[in-house]
């Protein structure tokens, strides 16, 4: 069973850091694209970031490019998004998903920008 | 303002056939395949459709997906209370280099 399990989020204050991380299961890490999706409070869901397989390939949404790096470790099985100068507007459950299909979802952790 | 258009509510009485629109451009729908998400209250999305007309195993055929030109549509039919969920359609963007998604539409089963 393919299991993707986020973790890193917590409150942060405005123009902080904060590294989310993705233990992925159940299935070969490294064959896969893989996803950062986020979701404010109340809002739709806003793709954050695009990673290849061999890390070849990276996308980023104009929202976060220059703040924002995506990764992964293929012998870790984990994906992660380095956040740095947060912003308010970066509060949002984020998400990370398997392959351009966003086949298989994780629960989300949450990351609060406040003072 | 979301890069692709949905209604942002429909409903239905149980057992009813309803269809949720998805409106995009040539730099998206036009030129990429659409897949379709449902949210639940309170949980992760969940891939519905992909490909345009996919459906992953363990998705009813209830569902189904469609694609013309730079519009897609997720149809459901035999509607069931348990359909009650926020729905999304994405595609890739050429232009932007990045997925987008619709602005999601509440599903409402009276």
């Known amino acids: 069973e393919v299991q993707l399990v986020e973790s890193g989020g917590g409150l942060v204050k405005p123009g902080g850091s904060l590294r989310l991380s993705c233990a992925a299961s159940g299935f070969t890490f490294s064959s896969y694209s893989m996803n950062w999706v986020r979701q404010a409070p109340g809002k739709g869901l806003e793709w954050v970031s695009s990673i290849s397989s061999s890390s070849s390939y990276i996308y980023y949404a104009d929202s976060v490019k220059g703040r924002f790096t995506i990764s992964r470790d293929n012998a870790k099985n984990s994906l992660y998004l380095q956040m740095n100068s947060l912003r308010a507007e970066d509060t949002a459950v984020y998400y990370c998903a398997r392959d351009m299909e966003l086949r298989n979802w994780g629960q989300g952790t949450l990351v609060t920008v406040s003072s | 303002q979301s890069v692709l258009t949905q209604p942002p509510s429909a409903s239905g009485t149980p057992g009813q056939r309803v269809t949720i629109s998805c409106s995009g451009s040539?730099?998206?729908?036009?030129?990429?395949?659409v897949n379709w998400y449902q949210q639940l209250p309170g949980t992760a999305p969940k891939l519905l459709i992909y490909?345009?007309?996919q459906r992953p195993s363990g998705v009813p055929d209830r569902f189904s997906g469609s694609k013309s030109g730079t519009s897609a549509s997720l149809a459901i039919s035999g509607l069931q209370s348990e359909d009650e969920a926020d729905y999304y359609c994405?595609?890739?963007?050429?232009?932007?280099?990045?997925?987008?998604f619709g602005g999601g539409t509440k599903l409402t089963v009276l």
């Open positions: 040539s730099s998206n729908i036009g030129s990429n395949t």
């Open positions: 994405a595609a890739w963007d050429d232009s932007l280099n990045g997925a987008v």
């Open positions: 490909s345009n007309n």
